[in-house]
């Protein structure tokens, strides 16, 4: 397929905001609900996610398309890909330790956490099942975690109003907080309309 | 030296081992049976779209450079009833699987979506009847049917994949 | 412990969705149908299943150094056959589970059970720990995913049910809905076991997002080990491994 700018920035915008991979497909829930207390740490761990994701992306999609595809090893594709998740994780992790402490020291904690962050496996597989080209697959991941990072920031905000509110005693804690992402959910229904009327015509 | 280092890394590769053997062996199972499944499945749609159908027989489209890449399949009916085409687009996100069974006047039968990824809401116009129903008896010129609006990108790739249908359908059959 | 306790304290003591809060993602987003819950339960209690049988088998056998990347491909093995086996014999649950299907190897319950429980106990506990959490597990998809339909389609496993189906609250079976019927669910809880159940973190431990959410300097887990292992001990010569493997 050729490269055709629209359809990346189409794949982008719709990654980030309709599709928002938290809040509509609910991939990469638990750091949301559990990371998002403080703006440094939400940061952090947005920025770790994208990172990792574009990585993942750029290492998974070739191996799926020359390796896996022409053996006949697709069945395989789970097992491959968390264990390459999980390699390149400790991979960036050793290697920022070694040449860039300053980095390491503000994101290094999250690292480990997102093996375990389906939104990252999950974007790889959907990558293949969405039949992208490799640039298509990236423009994806930059999309995915550019969205995360923008979830995570924008539920910090209400977070820290949160804890000036009064709820009722049952709905102290977590209700509360599922309530409020309820309601950023909803907000996020307004992008549908924002590209369609963008990029539609 | 053999704790430290050999044994873990034998064991992991132990386990790596028997584990593939036996997702090879599964799948060597349940393979046959999903792709009878899928095809009797898509055997069922196509003979939604064409009753009359007495049969399906795919037909080899690798070597023809005229049929755009979106057309994946095309099928052809053995009492002559028809044609039927499956292509493949990218919409508003992910793949949209458009089926299109067209008579040998080049008119299309019936228009029909297998499976799409679009977005709850704007998406699902792709499997209403209002949407399709106008596809029916139109020819390539595909007059008066348009985009629909507040699901631009989702209906035009649709459009667009028809219209890849009738180049495949050009390419073969006139 | 008993047997029984084992086997029933999944299910609500320490159900892993409504006291522990572990894998919201598949709860929130396979809940749109009650079908689609029970298949999502069956098929992580295979995988829970299985890969606590196995691990708690081979825990003698698994090195301490490389057990995260064993679970890992135990797990994803388990979850690889799970889905071969809904592919060819329920193709319409195959279908909405979609992407689910193949992320419950990080569903966080699963590596909790086998870090915490099957890692350290015999096998057969390990299986009814595995039938209990799996249990629990199935039952709040299905109480979420039971409430979401019939107040979102107004129906329930696919039966129309007559007034609610015309006029049904489509909100709930969009992305909103799942938040606010799990939030629901949850603050019912609460009430009625009056904070109680939200209070026990013992699971908490076995979540690697615990370390960052706070909640786990508060509760050690079982084993008295702070979950700092999880990375902390991964060492060069593992990802080398790992490596290998691919």
Request: glycine content about 8%.
């Amino acid at each position: 397929m050729e490269f055709d700018i629209k359809q990346i920035i189409i794949i982008i915008m719709s990654a980030a905001f309709v599709n928002n991979y938290v809040l509509r497909q609910f991939l990469g829930v638990c750091p949301f609900l559990g990371v998002s207390k403080d703006i440094k740490s939400s940061v952090g761990m947005g920025f770790s996610v994208t990172f990792v994701m574009i990585m993942a992306s750029a290492v998974t999609w070739p191996i799926q398309r020359y390796l896996l595809d022409p053996s006949g090893l697709e069945f395989m594709q789970t097992v491959v890909f968390i264990l390459i998740i999980a390699t390149l994780v400790q991979l960036v992790e050793i290697t920022l330790k070694k040449f860039a402490p300053p980095i390491h020291a503000s994101l290094g904690i999250f690292l480990p956490l997102i093996v375990t962050n389906c939104a990252v496996l999950g974007l790889t597989i959907s990558n293949i099942n969405n039949e992208y080209s490799f640039i298509m697959a990236i423009a994806a991941a930059l999309g995915a975690g550019l969205g995360f990072l923008l979830a995570m920031l924008l539920f910090t905000g209400i977070r820290q109003e949160l804890a000036n509110a009064n709820p009722p005693d049952s709905f102290k804690g977590m209700p509360i907080t599922l309530i409020s992402a309820a309601i950023l959910s909803i907000a996020f229904f307004a992008f549908e309309g924002v590209i369609e009327n963008i990029f539609g015509k | 030296m053999f704790r430290e280092y050999i044994k873990p890394l034998l064991v992991v590769t132990i386990i790596c081992v028997v584990a593939s053997a036996a997702l090879a062996a599964v799948n060597g199972m349940t393979e046959p049976i999903i792709r009878e499944a899928a095809e009797a499945r898509a055997n069922e749609m196509m003979k939604e779209l064409i009753p009359e159908a007495a049969g399906f027989e795919r037909i080899d489209i690798s070597a023809n450079d005229k049929v755009p890449d979106t057309v994946t399949q095309i099928f052809e009916t053995s009492n002559n009833a028809g044609y039927v085409f499956i292509a493949e687009v990218s919409g508003f996100s992910g793949i949209i699987n458009v089926i299109c069974a067209i008579d040998s006047d080049g008119k299309i039968i019936k228009a029909s979506t297998l499976s799409h990824t679009e977005t709850q809401g704007i998406g699902t116009i792709l499997d209403q009847e209002s949407f399709l129903t106008p596809f029916t008896g139109s020819d390539y010129r595909l007059d008066g049917i348009d985009t629909v609006t507040g699901a631009t990108i989702s209906t035009s790739a649709y459009i667009g994949a028809i219209g890849d249908i009738f180049t495949a359908f050009d390419a073969i059959y006139n | 412990m008993s047997k029984r306790s084992i086997l029933t304290k999944g299910i609500i003591k320490e159900n892993p969705v409504l006291v522990l809060m572990l894998g919201l993602c598949p709860v929130l987003a396979v809940t749109t149908q009650a079908e689609n819950a029970i298949g999502m339960g069956v098929a992580t209690t295979f995988v829970l299943l299985g890969s606590n049988a196995a691990v708690s088998m081979l825990r003698n056998i698994i090195p301490n150094k490389t057990r995260i990347p064993c679970y890992i491909v135990l797990i994803s093995s388990f979850t690889t056959l799970a889905k071969m086996i809904v592919e060819a014999y329920a193709y319409p649950i195959y279908q909405s589970l979609g992407i689910f299907l193949p992320l419950i190897t990080v569903n966080c319950i699963i590596f909790a059970r086998a870090e915490i429980f099957a890692a350290k106990n015999k096998v057969t506990d390990s299986v009814l720990d595995a039938l209990g959490a799996g249990a629990g597990f199935t039952l709040a998809l299905f109480a979420i995913a039971s409430v979401r339909e019939i107040l979102g389609s107004g129906t329930w496993f696919g039966i129309e049910i007559p007034w609610l189906r015309g006029n049904n609250i489509s909100i709930f079976t969009m992305a909103p809905g799942a938040f606010i019927v799990l939030a629901a669910i949850l603050a019912a809880v609460n009430k009625i076991s009056k904070g109680a159940l939200a209070q026990s973190d013992a699971l908490c431990a076995g979540c690697p997002n615990a370390g960052i959410c706070g909640k786990l300097k508060a509760a050690p887990d079982e084993s008295g080990k702070p979950d700092k292992s999880y990375d902390s001990d991964r060492s060069d010569e593992q990802i080398q491994q790992s490596e290998e493997q691919r």
